[in-house]
Each structure stands twice: as C-alpha cells, then as structure tokens.
T-cell receptor, first 115, second 112 residues
Framework: NAGVTQTPKFQVLKTGQSMTLQCAQD?????MYWYRQDPGMGLRLIYY???????DKGEVPNGYNVSRLNKREFSLRLESAAPSQTSVYFC??????????????FGDGTRLSIL | DQQVKQNSPSLSVQEGRISILNCDYT??????FLWYKKYPAEGPTFLIS?????DKNEDGRFTVFLNKSAKHLSLHIVPSQPGDSAVYFC???????????FGPGTSLSVIP
C-alpha cells in the first residue's frame, strides 16, 4: 500500500514563481489536510478538506489555495511564492468511525525552498 | 497563542531507562489526544491516543497519561530503545471536528 504520496519531494523556487504540490491517498479516506512544519512551530494546518468537494481554511491559509480534485487527490498551490513560505509541507488523510476521526496518515513531505 | 504546548524541545535518555514526554493544552473543549512520532525525512506516524473519558492508555512500551484538571498529558516509554530516537508531537482535537492541533514537538535521543 502506498498510503499518502506527495510530489515532488524537493523543490527550489524563486520569489514570485507559482507551484502546485500534489497529494494522493489510496485509503479511501474522506478527510485530507495540508500542513507546514517550521522549526519550533510544530505542524500548522494550512487547509483541509472534510469530504470531496469541500475545503476549509486552517491556521495559516494566507498565500495558498487548494483543490480537492476527487476523493483521492488534494493539491496545494502557491500562486506567488515568498521566502516566508520556505518550509516542509505535509499532506495527510484520515477516515472516520461514526463521529470520531481516525488518526491521520501522513506523506513523507515536500521540502520547499524559496529564494 | 499555542493551544498545545510541549515545553521541552529536546530530551536525552539512557537506553533502558524511562522517557517521559510532557504536553499541556489550554482549550478545555479538547476531548481526544494523540501522540505522533517522526523520524527525519519521513512524515509523522500515529503512536498512541487517549480519550478524555480515560486517564491512562497503554500499548506495549508506550503509556499515555491524561490529567484533565491540569490540562496535562504525558507519554511514558519504558524501556527506552535507541530506535525510539525521534521527534514526538502531541496533538489534540475536539471529537467530530476535523481540525487537529499539534504541539511544537520534543526531540528524544536515546543513548545506547
């Protein structure tokens, strides 16, 4: 099982360039998430999607857009990259048991540097 | 303002001894708590969780304790092994909500 797959693994951008980070899961999960990890800050939620066709803002949505293309795929777009968006980006997915969220499954991350 | 705090950025423990990682939260609405483990260049993986109706949950060498009145939880690893060296994230959520709030993490080093 692949679980959660993120592409690319590494990317270097110049300020002002645009980029889409891809994420796909094969676990038939309804919920998908995008996080960024910065030193001393833990994982901060950028956007999430509770089901196909819905998206909601997390803690740090500014400068990002997302698309829930179908149940499997959830992409994150930087329209005009800024150095402050240099980070490691993680995609995650989770299912539900009734009203309870199951623990999230994470991809291995995309390391993004913006010069 | 961080809703989930892990005040120790790092911890060093001798192999075979107990590792205790601490976590505090501020939002009394949280009712489900999780610990994730992360190795370098990999994504976090789920380790153990606890519901607010319990005060202890055990899974092999890992035990999580919850003190609701103090808004404090801890992860005990006994005995600690070198393979436990990783960053541990505490996380909290309110059941039926989709957001999970993560702490900043504690880097555990288990010395052989």
């Amino acid at each position: 099982n692949a679980g959660v797959t993120q592409t690319p693994k590494f990317q270097v951008l110049k300020t002002g360039q645009s980029m889409t980070l891809q994420c796909a899961q094969d676990m038939n999960h309804n919920s998908m998430y995008w996080y960024r990890q910065d030193p001393g800050m833990g994982l901060r939620l950028i956007y999430y999607s509770a089901s196909e066709g819905t998206t909601d803002k997390g803690e740090v949505p500014n400068g990002y857009n997302v698309s829930r293309l179908n149940k499997r795929e959830f992409s994150l777009r930087l329209e005009s990259a800024a150095p402050s968006q240099t980070s490691v980006y993680f995609c995650a997915s989770s299912g539900r048991e009734g009203r309870y969220n199951q623990p999230q499954h994470f991809g291995d991350g995309t390391r993004l540097s913006i010069l | 303002d961080q809703q989930v705090k892990q005040n120790s950025p790092s911890l060093s423990v001798q192999e075979g001894r107990i590792s205790i990682l601490n976590c505090d939260y501020t939002n009394s609405m949280f009712d489900y708590f999780l610990w994730y483990k992360k190795y370098p260049a990999e994504g976090p993986t789920f380790l153990i969780s606890i519901s607010s109706i319990k005060d202890k949950n055990e899974d092999g060498r890992f035990t999580v304790f919850l003190n609701k009145s103090a808004k404090h939880l801890s992860l005990h690893i006994v005995p600690s092994q070198p393979g436990d060296s990783a960053v541990y994230f505490c996380a909290a959520e309110k059941t039926s909500y989709d957001k999970v709030i993560f702490g900043p993490g504690t880097s555990l080093s288990v010395i052989p």
